[in-house]
């Protein structure tokens, strides 16, 4: 007798499983011998199913039980070999294919921060506004139509997806006008620590809302300290509080529209990882790139015209390298970005972006030695520790040492995989 099936008995029927790398379907063969998924256990019958079989030594001892894959397990009939052995190579494919989707991440985040001292050099030295350097990005950023065009894909989208992913790219390009407008009324490490502290903590909310996607327990405190980090470098400097923000009432809200728009632009964000996560199975990340850059060329300038900020074309050849610069910093942001979210969950993504915090003001200390405050390097420090924790806990494999196989079982159950 199959051990697969030995838990449960159906009257008339054999339960048989497909488990495929993003859903798992049953379905009920009347025939023993039907043409149908191959037996495997269900999850239900998991844990009995450990215990009947011989394998179940070799799966608790070699610690290998894949606890964090994005894609399911097939057990083939025939095959010669064992359900611990199949797991174990299985997992170590996961575990390969993990450690790059992170290395693209902080490949991502170091991008990001490049992009931040980018940006504020274009502004001091060449006079580019902020919205005209989103508007000339965008604007290069329309190549990667030959992306889907090559791989015979639609541009816009599959059917019956084009308006979720239209409203992906508006999400997304209205997020980066929001974020890059704040920068004419705060200054850029406070808008973008704001975006991107408003950006983690509000897609873990809408994840959670919108696609039933949970945090752990330690990625939740994790993601935390850092957010507290976030928040110490946002406190205000001695010369700040004794400034006459306070009295002038014209600086006052000047500086409160400023943090409303980073806010609000972590909103928009928030929302473009969610929708995004939702259509990782049905959209490309050139598809995805190509919406954000078409939508980009019709929000920037709208944005540009509202808020009346000057055009001013690079004119020199410096000028022009630090825009083409900043546009490949950008594209490999956004592509690290994306890729990740087909794997992980919104938050863990933007949270990992928290590293372009410190990238920056390494990097601008490299430029313009200026001496950061003890909140700022406080901040800073507990940005990378939550960051560097987060990797180490995902990629480590003692990750899962001494773990029982009942809870693997309620990992597996909780996930969104199922």
Same mark, same amino acid.
């Not at 939550?386 to 029982?404: E, I, N, T």
């Given at each position: 007798e199959n051990p697969c099936m030995s838990s449960k008995k159906y009257i008339g029927s054999k339960k048989r499983v497909k488990?495929?790398?993003?859903?798992?379907?049953a379905k009920y063969a009347t025939q023993p011998g039907d043409e149908g998924y191959d037996d495997a256990p269900s999850f239900e019958d998991f844990g009995s199913f450990l215990e009947e079989t011989s394998d179940r030594k070799n799966l608790t001892e070699t610690k290998k039980w894949p606890l964090t894959l994005f894609g399911g397990v097939r057990?083939?009939?025939?095959?010669?070999?064992?359900?611990?052995?199949?797991?174990?190579?299985?997992?170590?494919?996961?575990?390969?294919?993990?450690?790059?989707?992170?290395?693209?991440?902080?490949?991502?985040?170091?991008?990001?921060g490049c992009l931040?001292?980018?940006?504020?050099?274009?502004?001091?030295?060449?006079s580019l506004g902020p919205l005209f350097l989103l508007m000339v990005r965008s604007i290069v950023q329309l190549g990667s139509l030959a992306v889907p065009l090559h791989r015979g894909e639609n541009p816009f989208g599959p059917d019956?997806?084009?308006?979720?992913?239209?409203?992906?790219?508006?999400?997304?390009?209205?997020s980066l006008c929001c974020a890059y407008s704040s920068l004419s009324f705060v200054s850029s490490g406070d808008g973008t620590t704001t975006w991107r502290l408003a950006t983690t903590a509000l897609s873990a909310i809408l994840a959670f809302l919108l696609l039933e996607e949970r945090l752990g327990l330690a990625d939740g405190i994790t993601i935390a300290a850092g957010l507290c980090g976030l928040g110490l470098v946002l406190l205000p400097t001695a010369d700040e509080s004794n400034s006459d923000s306070l009295t002038d009432p014209v600086v006052f809200w000047r500086g409160a529209f400023g943090w409303s728009l980073s806010a609000l632009a972590g909103l928009w964000m928030a929302l473009a990882l969610v929708g995004y996560r939702s259509l990782k199975e049905r959209v490309g990340v050139g598809t995805a790139l190509f919406t954000v850059s078409w939508t980009g060329c019709l929000l920037a300038p709208a944005s540009l015209?509202?808020?009346?900020?000057?055009?001013?074309?690079?004119?020199?050849?410096?000028?022009?390298?630090? @825009?083409?610069?900043? &546009?490949?910093?950008? +594209? *490999?942001?956004? $592509?690290?970005?994306?890729?990740?979210?087909? #794997?992980?969950?919104?938050?863990?993504?933007?949270?990992?972006?928290?590293?372009e915090i410190p990238v920056a003001l390494l990097l601008h200390l490299a430029v313009l030695p200026l001496a950061p405050t003890a909140?700022?390097?406080?901040?800073?420090?507990? @940005?990378?520790?939550? &960051?560097?924790?987060? +990797? *180490?806990?995902? $990629?480590?494999?003692?990750?899962?040492?001494? #773990?029982?196989?009942?809870?693997?079982?309620?990992?597996?159950?909780?996930?969104?995989?199922?």
């Open positions: 488990i495929h790398p993003h859903t798992v379907t057990g083939a009939k025939g095959s010669g070999k064992g359900v611990g052995e199949q797991l174990a190579s299985f997992g170590e494919a996961s575990v390969s294919a993990s450690r790059l989707t992170w290395v693209g991440l902080l490949g991502a985040a170091l991008a990001h931040i001292v980018l940006t504020r050099l274009a502004s001091e030295r060449f019956g997806y084009r308006i979720r992913l239209l409203c992906y790219g508006l999400a997304y390009s209205l015209i509202l808020l009346q900020e000057g055009w001013s074309w690079p004119v020199s050849a410096p000028a022009w390298g630090l @825009v083409l610069g900043l &546009v490949a910093c950008s +594209v *490999a942001a956004f $592509l690290g970005m994306m890729h990740a979210l087909t #794997r992980l969950h919104p938050a863990l993504v933007s949270a990992s972006q928290s590293l909140p700022e390097v406080v901040g800073n420090v507990m @940005v990378i520790l939550s &960051v560097g924790w987060l +990797v *180490a806990m995902k $990629l480590l494999p003692s990750r899962g040492a001494g #773990r029982r196989p009942r809870e693997e079982y309620e990992e597996i159950l909780d996930s969104p995989i199922k």
